[in-house]
């Protein structure tokens, strides 16, 4: 399968297996193969990032989390939580989906639920990062 390279500092070593015409991917958060996504493919590196570049524990990674927002139950891409308070929520797109004011608004709507100190928003390609405050968010500027 042909899986796009993502702007992150390094690649990252991925279990990878065919079924018959599928492929999936070993989560290591979640311990099991999930179906390849371009979302998925995305997530992924996230998870490998927080784990092998920022340190962080595998049980302070949430995997598709669900929360109730409106009356509807929706699925959190990931959750980095530090002693289980919400750090950052990550919102993953797919590398064909531009970054834009909808998918932003998407994911300050979830957070309005999680309150996460920041969010950030990826398809892999490019990064959006911001800071919650008591008036909205403020941008950072993100770097690895």
């Known amino acids: 399968m042909q899986v796009p ?3 992150f500092p390094r690649d990252y070593d991925f279990a990878i297996r065919k079924d018959k015409d599928k492929f999936f991917i070993y989560d290591s958060v979640r311990k ?3 179906l390849l996504t371009p979302e998925e493919w995305v997530r992924q590196h996230w ?6 570049e920022k340190g962080y524990a595998p049980s302070a990674l949430l995997s598709e989390k669900k929360i109730t927002l409106n009356g ?3 699925r959190l891409d990931l ?14 797109k797919a590398p064909s989906v531009p ?3 909808k998918t932003f608004e998407q994911i300050a709507r979830y957070n309005s639920i999680v309150n996460a100190e ?7 390609i490019h990064h959006l990062l911001a800071r919650s405050t008591e008036s909205g968010y403020d ?3 993100f770097a690895f």
């Open 139 to 141: 941008f950072i500027d």
């Open 32 to 34: 099991m193969s999930l």
């Open 118 to 124: 920041q969010i950030l928003l990826s398809n892999g």
């Open 5 to 7: 390279k993502l702007n």
């Open 72 to 74: 509807l139950t929706k």
């Open 47 to 52: 998870i490998q990032y927080y784990l092998l």
């Open 99 to 101: 970054l834009s004011q």
């Open 79 to 92: 959750v980095v939580t530090e002693k289980t308070l919400a750090k950052i929520l990550i919102e993953c």
